[in-house]
């Protein structure tokens, strides 16, 4: 399944969500805003970021807190990273405050994206503090100090939704 990003000022991005028939969400965050649909009929994403849903799971709220880990990953080390991610599906399900998750593969360049929705920032806090997060995150002496994938440095994203306002 694909969905797609466009970025603007909230003002615009609320504009273009009001016109659309299509489900579209608001992030609103420090970097700027962003709206985001799974829906491929959304008319208004005139030139949208395309991305390919690898892994999905839950629904995205209205209102919350949206986390997107930004993971650049090289050619040959595509395998290697969703595999990992369809190993680890449903780890994080049962965390308190959790909404969702979708690993996005981009469809161009090499930038995936790892979104979480939560019901408040504290609960995306309480996670990374967690014993779940620890063992997920864990390296081991065995392990390179950079994964086989790597791209480059990985970076976070943090947005809130209120798609009701």
């Known amino acids: 399944m694909a969905v797609y990003f466009t970025n603007g000022t909230t003002e615009f991005l609320r504009k273009l969500k009001a016109k659309e028939t299509a489900k579209v969400w608001v992030f609103e965050g ?3 805003a962003l709206a985001y649909t799974e829906e491929p009929n959304a008319a208004s994403f005139t030139s949208p970021r395309t991305y ?5 799971t839950g629904d995205l709220p209205d209102k919350g807190y949206i986390a997107i880990n930004n ?5 040959e080390g595509k395998p ?41 920032m504290q609960h995306f806090e309480d996670w990374k503090q967690s014993e779940a997060f ?10 390179p100090k950079k994964p086989p ?14 798609n009701e306002a």
């Open 134 to 143: 620890q063992h997920a995150h864990k390296k081991d002496d065995k392990q």
């Open 71 to 75: 993971i650049p990953v090289t050619d």
């Open 52 to 56: 390919e849903q690898v892994i999905g």
């Open 80 to 120: 290697i990273f969703e595999d990992m991610f369809k190993r680890r599906a449903g780890k994080i399900d049962q965390t308190p405050g959790f909404h969702a998750l979708r690993v996005l593969r981009p469809q161009s360049g090499n930038t995936y994206l790892v979104l979480t929705a939560w019901e408040s």
């Open 30 to 32: 420090a970097e700027g």
């Open 149 to 162: 994938f790597s791209g480059g440095p990985a970076y976070v994203t943090t947005y809130h939704i209120d």
